[in-house]
């Protein structure tokens, strides 16, 4: 199943919001800490991209074996097929 895209959508609104937030703290404080900005951006850019490779689902760097998430929705609900959503 694939992220929809106001999810995507709501997640740039809310780093980018973030991100802005930020800088404005830093900048009212007098302070420009580029070290800070470089580490925020990294890791906001990190999170998204991890979550856009886990969201192809089999392709991509990361890929994750479904058996345990099968195994466990046959332990909640005894009665569900294996990977029918």
Request: charged residues 20%; negative net charge.
């Amino acid at each position: 199943m694939r992220i929809p895209d106001s999810i995507w959508m709501g997640l740039f609104a809310i780093a980018g919001l973030s991100m802005l937030v930020v800088g404005f703290q830093l900048r009212k404080l007098g302070r420009s800490e580029a070290v800070i900005a470089t580490i925020l951006g990294a890791t906001f850019s990190g999170v998204i991209f991890m979550i856009s490779d886990l969201d192809r689902g089999g392709e991509g760097f990361t890929t994750l074996d479904n058996r345990p998430f099968f195994a466990l929705e046959a332990m909640v609900d005894p009665q569900a097929t294996p990977g029918k959503d």
